[in-house]
C-alpha cells in the first residue's frame, strides 16, 4: 500500500521514473489539499488518485496513473497538464474505433443487486463507449417482485449502485487506454407520482424535494442552490457525474404534459432559476466535486402544435404564432453565461423560423446548432442530442437511411448520439469518405474535456459505504421538507383556514381520500380521526358510505395518462389533448383523475364543500371548470409534489402558505385554445389564477 505523505512538486523538473503495482488493490493518496488550476482538470499538488486495473508510476515522489499500460508517463495520464495538451495526447493515441466510440451513448443499467450485466461488456470492450444513461431507481428497501426492466432497469440499494458503478469503471479502467466513464441520469430528486424511465426517476433513496415547478413556487434562490449543492452531494456519493437536465424550456402550452419537468412560464424566471443550478450543480467551473450538466431542450421545448409533444409524431412541430422564439431562448443564453458543459437539443422542428433547414428536428437543423447556438450564443461545450433521434424520432428525416440521419445530425453540430450504440455503423462511414475523421476528433475533444475536468481521469471511484449514508440523510431531507412547505400554493381559502390542531382530548374527523393514515398516528395530527374513502375500483369496489358527522374532508387530487397506444412517456391520447379541464379529463379514455371526479362531488355534497380542502397536484396547468364544481370547495392548494406532512402542515398553520403560482391557471378548456402555445399566461378574462397568485394567512 502507498502510505501517506507529503510532497513537494517541481513541475518542470525532470525525475526517475518508477512503476509501483498496486495488484489490484485500491491505491488512495491523501497528501495536501487538491488545489484545481484555472484550467481544471489540471492540479497544482498531487490529487487523490485511485486504480484498480492499472499499474501506478512513480515521478519523484509524485504518483500517476498508467492508464494505457506502457510503464511510462503520458502527457494525458499528467495531472499536471494543462487539460488541452492531455486531450490532444489522449486523442494522437485513440483509433478510429476508441474515438467513435466517445460518440455514443446509451441506457446502461446495474443488474439484480447491482450485478454487472453483459451488456456492459459489449459496450465498454466492444462498442468502445465511455458515457451511458444510468436508469435503475436506487431505494432503501427495493422492490425486487417485479425483476429487471430492459429500459428502466430494477431497483437497488445505494450501496449495490456504488459497487456497480466501481466495477464497470474498473471494466473501463482495464481497456487499451483506461478511458473513464461518464454515467448521466435524468432527474432524481423529486417527489412525482409518475415518474417514468426516460423522463425522470422516483427520488427513492435520494432526498425528495418538490418538482421543478414546486422550487419555482418557492422564489427562493437560496433555497434552489441549496438544493443543488445538495443533489450533487447525493449524485457523486453513487457515481452519476452527469444529468440530462435541467429543463430550460417555458411551460407556455398547458397541453404539452411536459410541463411536469419544466420551472415555469416565465422566461425571467426560469433563467434565474437554469443560472444558479448551473452554478451551484456544476459549480463555477467544472471540477471533481461537480455534476456536469446538459441543459434541455434547445432552442426550447414547449410551444408545441396543438399541445403534442415530439416524442411522438403528433407533436413533433413547434410553432411560434406570436414571434415569441428569443422569449423561449433566453433560458438557455443564460445556461451558456453561467458554463453549461453541455446542451441537449429537442426533437422538435422550428417551423417557419429563420434558421435552417427549418423542416427537419433541432438536432438535424445547422441553423439551429451552428449559426444559432455556437456562432450566435457563443456555446464551446457539447451539443447531446435527445434519445432516438437516430431512427425512431428523426423528425423530417423520417424516409432516409440511418446513415443518412448520423451524417446530417454530425454535419448539423451535434457531438453524441443518444440511444444509439453502433460504433460499426459510424465507424464504416469514416472507412467510406462519407464522414471525415477531423469531424469525428472534434466532437472527441469537446466530449474528452469535459471527462477530463470532472477528475475520471484522475479518480473515477466512490465508497460504496458512503454512499449508503449519504443519501437521503435527516439533514438532507429536513431542507428538502422545508422546500416542499414552500412550494405549496393556497387558491383559495373560503374557509377560515388554518384550521385549529384538536385541544386534548378532542378529536376532529376528518375523512381523507389519497392521504396516507399514518400521518395521524402521532404528535402533532393525532388528535385527527383519520376515516378514509380509498378503494379500489379495479377490485370491483366502490366509494363507501359515508359518515354523517364529519368535520372536515381533505381530498388530494392527482392527474396521470394511461401507456396504452405507445404513449410509454407519457401525455394523453392526440384526440384528447385539449380535454383538460376537469369535467373533461373525467370521461375521457387517456386521462386519469384520482380520486374520480364524481367521487370528489359526492364527497363535496354529503361533508358540505365548505368544510371541504382539494389538494390538486399540477403536473400541467389544469382547468378547475365550473362544471367540474372544484371551485365550489372551502379550500384549495395547489402543490407541485409534496407530501401529506407538507400539506398537513398548512392547512393547520404549523406553517404559513407562502407558494406563488409558477404559471397561469385559465378560466376555462377554451381559454387554452385561444391562447398562443408560445406565450405566457392568458388574457385577462380567461385568466383564473395569474402567474404569481398565491394566498396566505393573516
Keep these: ?95 478510429l474505433e476508441e474515438k467513435v466510440g466517445m460518440l455514443l451513448i446509451n441506457t446502461l443499467n446495474a443488474g439484480d443487486y447491482g450485478e454487472v450485466p453483459e451488456r456492459a461488456i459489449d459496450l465498454i470492450e466492444d462498442e468502445k463507449m465511455t458515457r451511458f444513461i444510468f436508469r435503475n431507481t436506487i431505494a432503501r428497501n427495493p422492490d425486487r417482485s417485479g425483476g429487471g426492466h430492459p429500459f428502466r432497469g430494477t431497483q437497488i440499494t445505494p450501496f449495490e449502485a456504488a459497487q456497480f458503478m466501481n466495477a464497470v469503471q474498473e471494466l473501463a479502467e482495464g481497456t487499451r487506454l483506461g478511458i473513464p466513464l461518464l454515467f448521466k441520469s435524468n432527474a432524481r430528486n423529486h417527489m412525482d407520482y409518475d415518474s417514468r424511465a426516460g423522463i425522470n426517476v422516483a427520488s427513492g433513496a435520494f432526498s425528495s424535494w418538490p418538482k421543478e415547478s414546486g422550487l419555482a413556487a418557492t422564489r427562493d434562490m437560496d433555497l434552489i442552490a441549496d438544493f443543488a449543492r445538495t443533489m450533487a452531494m447525493e449524485w457523486k456519493a453513487v457515481g452519476i457525474r452527469g444529468m440530462y437536465g435541467y429543463m430550460a424550456d417555458l411551460a407556455t402550452e398547458p397541453r404539452w404534459y411536459r410541463v411536469h419537468e419544466t420551472f415555469t412560464e416565465d422566461s425571467d424566471l426560469a433563467s434565474t432559476i437554469i443560472s444558479t443550478l448551473v452554478k451551484n450543480l456544476q459549480g463555477e467551473s467544472l471540477t471533481s466535486e461537480s455534476i456536469g450538466l446538459t441543459i434541455k431542450h434547445f432552442p426550447g421545448g414547449g410551444p408545441q402544435e396543438g399541445g403534442g409533444d415530439p416524442h411522438y409524431d403528433f407533436g413533433k412541430n413547434q410553432v411560434y404564432p406570436t414571434d415569441h422564439f428569443d422569449y423561449h431562448l433566453a433560458p438557455f443564453k443564460a445556461a451558456i453565461d453561467a458554463g453549461s458543459s453541455s446542451i441537449m437539443a429537442y426533437y422538435g422542428i422550428p417551423v417557419d423560423q429563420p434558421y435552417h433547414p427549418n423542416t427537419v428536428g433541432m438536432a438535424f437543423s445547422k441553423g439551429i446548432l451552428t449559426d444559432l447556438l455556437r456562432k450566435k450564443l457563443g456555446f464551446k461545450g457539447y451539443i447531446n442530442s435527445d434519445t432516438g433521434i437516430i431512427g425512431s424520432r428523426a423528425w423530417g428525416l423520417e424516409e432516409k437511411s440511418v446513415d443518412e440521419q448520423i451524417l446530417v445530425a ?172 376537469f369535467s373533461e379529463m373525467a370521461k375521457s379514455k387517456s386521462w386519469i383523475v384520482k380520486p374520480a371526479l364524481e367521487d370528489i362531488q359526492s364527497i363535496m355534497e354529503s361533508v358540505g364543500a365548505e368544510k371541504t380542502i382539494l389538494s390538486i397536484d399540477f403536473r400541467q396547468p389544469y382547468v378547475l371548470d365550473a362544471e367540474s364544481r372544484l371551485l365550489e370547495a372551502g379550500g384549495i392548494i395547489a402543490t407541485f409534489g409534496v407530501s401529506d406532512a407538507a400539506i398537513m402542515d398548512i392547512i393547520t398553520g404549523r406553517f404559513t402558505p407562502s407558494g406563488k403560482l409558477p404559471f397561469a391557471l385559465g378560466k376555462s378548456a377554451e381559454a387554452i385554445l385561444r391562447q398562443a402555445p408560445d406565450a405566457p399566461g392568458y388574457a385577462q378574462e380567461d385568466t383564473l389564477f395569474p402567474f404569481g397568485f398565491g394566498l396566505s394567512y393573516q
Design 410 to 581: 454530425l454535419d448539423a453540430g451535434t457531438d453524441i448520439l443518444s440511444g444509439f450504440d453502433n460504433n460499426t455503423q459510424i465507424k464504416d462511414l469514416v472507412t467510406s469518405g462519407k464522414l471525415t475523421e477531423n469531424r469525428v476528433d472534434i466532437s472527441v475533444r469537446r466530449l474528452l474535456k469535459e471527462q477530463f475536468e470532472l477528475g475520471l481521469f484522475e479518480n473515477p471511484y466512490i465508497d460504496p459505504n458512503r454512499a449508503d449514508y449519504l443519501l437521503g440523510n435527516p439533514s438532507f431531507q429536513r431542507k428538502a421538507d422545508l422546500a416542499q412547505r414552500k412550494s405549496i400554493v393556497l387558491l383559495q381559502n373560503n374557509m377560515n383556514l388554518p384550521l385549529s390542531l384538536p385541544e386534548k382530548d378532542d378529536t376532529i374527523k376528518m375523512l381523507t381520500m389519497g392521504v396516507d393514515a399514518k400521518i395521524f398516528e402521532q404528535d402533532p395530527f393525532s388528535g385527527f380521526m383519520p376515516i378514509s374513502a380509498d378503494y379500489n375500483p379495479q377490485a370491483g369496489e366502490s366509494l363507501p358510505p359515508l359518515p354523517e358527522d364529519l368535520d372536515y374532508a381533505l381530498l388530494r387530487i392527482h392527474v396521470t395518462n394511461d401507456r396504452s397506444g405507445g404513449r410509454m412517456f407519457g401525455g394523453a391520447l392526440p384526440d384528447e389533448l385539449n380535454l383538460i379541464s
Design 1 to 95: 500500500m502507498v502510505k501517506s505523505q507529503s510532497a513537494t512538486i517541481f513541475l518542470g523538473v525532470n525525475a526517475e521514473l518508477m512503476i509501483y503495482n498496486p495488484l489490484h488493490l485500491i491505491v488512495l493518496l491523501f497528501i495536501f489539499p487538491v488545489i484545481p488550476l484555472a484550467g481544471q482538470g489540471t492540479y497544482a499538488s498531487q490529487p487523490d488518485l485511485e486504480g484498480r486495473s492499472v499499474d501506478m508510476l512513480y515521478t519523484g515522489n509524485l504518483i500517476f496513473k498508467d492508464l494505457n499500460k506502457n510503464e511510462k508517463l503520458d502527457t494525458y495520464e499528467d495531472w499536471r497538464s494543462p487539460v488541452e495538451g492531455r486531450i490532444e495526447d489522449l486523442l494522437s493515441q485513440m483509433n
